[in-house]
């Protein structure tokens, strides 16, 4: 019995088994790290194509979007100012139908009745500017030209035709609305004068009388309603705007300011202001279309910078936001994403 169990003994203790066990969870161990680390680098792969993919094809997308949904809403004052100056052209095409069909002296009395527009304060005057002699044979100056006084009536202003004014027919405004096509406004660049608190510009449309050029027809039109427009825009969308034209001419006030800087140029002000140097350098590089440029704030922020023409006149509209709140909504857009793909 000894010697049965001392021979049972050892094939009892024998640690193969055992070994043949812990050789399978070493294995099994080997393939589960191998498992976890192909996933781990596949996941990590994921997401660096992901985050490469999101700012190579997805945020350019969304910046732009956002930055059109900005011009867009910026463009609603071009479409007001057109709105206006669309009314302003209706009212010449009477005008310039209507002045060929009367006597000399009808377009004097009646003329105040065209211009009117039942007191409205945008058309500061207005006026008929005939050729030399074709209103009168031998009187080269025979216009008729009414305006508004400090109540808003409208008086006549005779002044082009005495003898110390200039030739109104030699004045740019009066060959550049012989020159325009028939019933389109020539709109003159901006100006000033002693008959006006105001800045306005003028539309000019040619007059024609049996097939031939017979003079001019012209209807003033303030500015003032161009700061009321900037300012209740600036509050929708956030940004700075401006009004200009091609030559660098302010033509809207700074809201809330109280310096008056329209009819000054950006380059008078350009140092004055980061926004105004960014116009200034916008018209520097103007192409056709949209410019965009990014410029440093005073307080060291960037700022994205938009120019776009006002279609139909000489002027030109500039928007400017800062470049962190013009991109916020995209950024929410790309991290919210971004979480989902990790």
Known sequence: MKKHLLRLTPSWIVPFPRLRYNKKMVLLKTVQARYTATF???MALVIVLTVYGIGQFVSPRLTANDENMLTAKAADISNEIKTELARVQAQARVITELVPQLSSDDIDRLLPFMVNQYGEAKVFGGGIWPLPNVRTPGRAKHSTF???DASGKLIVNTHWNSPES????EQGWHKGGLSAPAGQCAWAPAYQD???PEPRTNCAMAISKDGQPWGVSTIDVTLGFFNTLVEAKEREVNARIMIIEADGKILSNVPGSSDKIVLRNVSELAAQSPFINGIKSALASKGTGTSRLTYQNS???ES???LMPVAGTPWLLAVAQNTALLKSQSETVLNTLAWLQI
């Open 40 to 42: 781990v680098g596949f």
């Open 146 to 148: 009414y305006h508004r």
């Open 166 to 169: 200039l030739n109104y027919f």
């Open 194 to 196: 002693a008959a006006s």
């Open 299 to 301: 307080d060291g922020e």
């Open 304 to 306: 994205t910078l938009f």
